[in-house]
């Protein structure tokens, strides 16, 4: 049965670097999960053993269901329902599929019911989906912009929202604006706040990647009179 991981050898590069031990280390903060998680590995060959056997689940199921599914996707496309976008049925196939591989949230801390897995085998998890079918990358990678809330979040945010993107629950960030483009020092999506303290933003963005997914991370003016970047704050609207 192919494997679009195990087959190209290759892959392995990135594994082997010198520099993965220390980048390890820092992920895992010295292996101090270990005494708290069961799958939490105890040393760095431990680790790297854990990355791979993510990077062949994640090969297969790209191998053996996404990419027999792209052409069925390309060929139905999404589509309005009810004024609502939905994907391809096949997409929703492959979004399930990822779901119970446990392929969701594949950076976040295991607090959080993530992975905790470094960018590097994240980004060639990212590569071996593509491989298969550019089109659900794109929303499959898109679980990244939980990076930006968990960053930058606060402990009630994370804990509210990180879960669900690790169960599968799909993202995009919501910057471009018909005259915001490159430029987002541009972006003119206004935020005001009610006395009871609830944000409402009013203008137009366009040419999101997944712009009907369940959570979003929205660019807008929350400073009054401002025109650049230091006017700007980023919101979370949840669909």
Same mark, same amino acid.
């Given at each position: 049965m192919a494997n679009y991981y195990t087959d190209h050898p290759e892959y392995d590069f990135y594994l082997n670097h010198p520099e993965m031990q220390r980048v390890v280390e820092l992920k895992e903060r010295n292996y101090a999960d270990k005494d708290k998680f069961e799958d939490a590995p105890v040393d760095f060959e431990d680790?790297?053993?854990?990355?791979?056997?993510?990077? !062949?689940?994640?090969?297969?199921?790209?191998?053996n269901?996404? !990419?027999?599914?792209s052409e069925d996707v390309d060929l139905e496309g999404p589509h309005l329902v009810d004024g609502r976008m939905h994907y391809a049925s096949k997409t929703y196939d492959?979004?399930?599929?990822?779901?119970?591989? *446990?392929?969701?949230g594949i950076s976040m801390p295991r607090r959080y019911n993530g992975l905790n897995m470094p960018i590097t085998p994240y980004s060639m998890a990212s590569e071996i989906v593509s491989c298969a079918?550019?089109?659900f990358q794109n929303i499959w990678s898109l679980q990244d912009c939980i990076e930006t809330l968990y960053e930058f *979040?606060?402990? !009630?945010?994370?804990q509210k929202y990180i879960p669900r993107v690790c169960? *599968?629950?799909t993202m995009s960030m919501d910057l471009t604006e018909p005259d915001a483009g490159s430029d987002l020092q541009r972006?003119?999506?206004?935020?005001?706040?009610?006395?009871?303290?609830?944000?409402?933003l009013n203008g137009v963005k366009r040419f999101i990647t997944n712009g009907d997914s369940d959570i979003h991370l929205v660019l807008a003016r929350s400073e009054e009179g401002t025109?650049? *970047?230091?006017?700007l704050s980023m919101f979370i609207y949840d669909k």
């Open positions: 680790a790297i053993e854990n990355y791979k056997r993510v990077l !062949e689940i994640t090969g297969d199921i790209a191998a269901i996404i !990419e027999p599914n492959n979004i399930e599929a990822t779901r119970q591989a *446990g392929l969701w079918d550019a089109g *979040g606060s402990e !009630e945010q994370r169960a *599968g629950e972006v003119m999506l206004k935020a005001t706040q009610d006395e009871d303290g609830t944000w409402r025109r650049d *970047g230091r006017g």
